[in-house]
């Protein structure tokens, strides 16, 4: 946290800095308020890099437009009803709002926009005091009608106004509480706490595009643990990821297993872990990665099991829970890309648990490599970010196994070419070897040869097509095709 004073000193640099000289200077020309609000100055306080620009002003959508059009190198509507519009200026990107003074009807998705004439008004509508805090442009004011400063410094979580009023003018400030509350490190006041808790069925009326947008947001955070554990307690994650709070198992007296819903939010942070020492510094945070991470278990309560001897099984849970990962992040609303891959993920994550019982043959390493594709670096962070036992000696034997699979992966890849693995002949060649036209049994020939390529390696084109009529033969393909007329 810095000082009031070194956040104004930034603050005064980002000013004085293009593109908001020159914005500041244009709308004071016009005869228009300017602000800078919200997240920007927050994190100029908390000594943060400042990368979004949210400014606010007394103009309206025409006249914003019609403000910046001379220096912008692009704009765009963002929400012109809503008082949004989008701007380029160089590397940077802004948005300016008009003033907002809402009124929201209980039933709707939506506000009824109304625009408002202060900047202060402004504010009070907003939803979290700490985000309720902005820098007059020029003149470098600071404005906090709500004491947004003071509980930035004390790490609480507050509404402007009543949290019965906020969350039920936009009940996805529930959600963004959770979640700023595991971006800043802070804590929900008990009044905001409570009214989540009594208000979480408000969350129904929400679309599921803002719920998913949300959830990305929170995963994405340093540490979501804090704001998952918040969706849960309050109930919240009935109405976004009920799947999470049900892996909640009863655990037996005697222990027989671990807690499904610690383990799954130990295996997010250590993923998280990994995925940062393993990878690019500055890359974004995988979202796939995450949902799958958090998401992998929830085949667990379905099929929970007591043998006669008292353990506690839970038989197929991967593929099981890959259906319901794919359920729930259809009802998000999530690309298609991205559900298959948590799926795939989750389908695929108990894989490596066999391999360190009894190391595999190559062949078994290579299916592994395809059946994975392009999601292997992920199930290499997954599968290592699985382990959460306390027992030393075990979590060691199955990060030596680990190594020991990665490393031959890599050699048999450096031998083989293992990113692309295909049969030796291509579907031109086994059509001009065995004389058929394009159909079935093209499909069929390949897929021999592509089973014989990941239990042999390499084989060579001579070989592959020895094999091939060895195989043609003994399926008596040559006569079936004669009868159909293919030779």
């Not at 099984?313 to 690309?335: C, E, I, S």
């Not at 680990?402 to 083989?416: P, S, V």
Request: proline residues 5%.
């Amino acid at each position: 946290m810095e000082s009031v004073a070194q956040a104004v000193s930034r603050l005064r640099e980002l000013a004085a800095a293009e593109p908001l000289a020159t914005l500041a200077e244009r709308f004071a020309a016009a005869g228009h308020e300017l602000a800078l609000v919200g997240g920007p100055v927050r994190d100029a306080f908390l000594g943060r890099g400042v990368h979004d620009l949210d400014l606010c002003t007394s103009a309206r959508p025409d006249e914003i437009i019609r403000i910046i059009r001379p220096v912008v190198d692009a704009h765009w509507d963002i929400g012109r009803d809503f008082g949004t519009i989008g701007a380029q200026i160089g590397d940077d990107t802004v948005e300016i709002t008009t003033y907002r003074a809402d009124e929201y009807d209980p039933a709707s998705r939506k506000p009824e926009v109304a625009f408002g004439d202060t900047l202060e008004g402004d504010l009070i509508r907003r939803d979290f005091t700490v985000n309720a805090l902005a820098l007059r442009l020029p003149q470098l004011e600071l404005v906090d009608p709500t004491g947004g400063f003071e509980h930035l410094v004390s790490g609480v979580l507050t509404t402007p106004t009543t949290p019965e009023r906020s969350f039920g003018d936009d009940p996805l400030r529930m959600l963004r509480g959770v979640r700023f509350a595991a971006q800043l490190g802070a804590r929900l006041d008990d009044a905001a706490l409570q009214a989540m808790t009594e208000m979480r069925g408000r969350l129904e009326i929400v679309s599921a595009e803002r719920i998913r947008d949300e959830l990305i947001k929170l995963l994405a955070t340093d540490s979501p643990r804090r704001g998952l554990e918040l969706l849960v307690a309050t109930g919240l994650a009935e109405y976004v990821l009920p799947e999470v709070p049900a892996l909640r198992l009863e655990i037996d007296e005697h222990a027989h297993h671990k807690d499904v819903y610690e383990h799954s939010l130990t295996v997010l942070e250590q993923a998280i872990d990994l995925e940062r020492s393993r990878g690019d510094a500055d890359a974004r945070p995988d979202t796939v990665l995450r949902l799958a991470a958090l998401l992998h278990d929830i085949g667990k309560p379905a099929t929970r099991s007591i043998e006669a001897n008292g353990a506690v099984t839970f038989h197929h849970h991967d593929v099981v829970g890959a259906k319901l990962a794919k359920k729930r992040l259809t009802a998000l609303r999530f690309d298609k890309d991205t559900i298959t891959a948590v799926a795939r993920l989750i389908e695929l994550h108990l894989r490596f648990f066999g391999y360190s019982d009894a190391p595999w043959t190559d062949s078994g390493v290579r299916r592994y490599v395809r059946d994975a594709g392009p999601l292997l670096e992920r199930l290499h962070i997954l599968t290592r970010a699985d382990v959460t036992t306390r027992n030393k000696r075990k979590a060691a034997r199955l990060q030596g196994a680990y190594d020991e699979l990665e490393q031959r992966i890599a050699q048999l890849a450096e031998e083989e070419e293992l990113a692309a693995i295909r049969p030796d002949l291509d579907g031109e060649q086994i059509m001009q070897i065995l004389g058929l036209r394009p159909g079935p049994d093209v499909g069929a020939a390949y897929r021999y040869l592509l089973e014989v390529r990941l239990d042999d390696g390499p084989l060579g084109a001579e070989e592959a097509e020895r094999r091939l009529r060895a195989w043609w033969a003994e399926r008596g393909g040559a006569t079936g095709a004669a009868q159909r007329g293919e030779r």
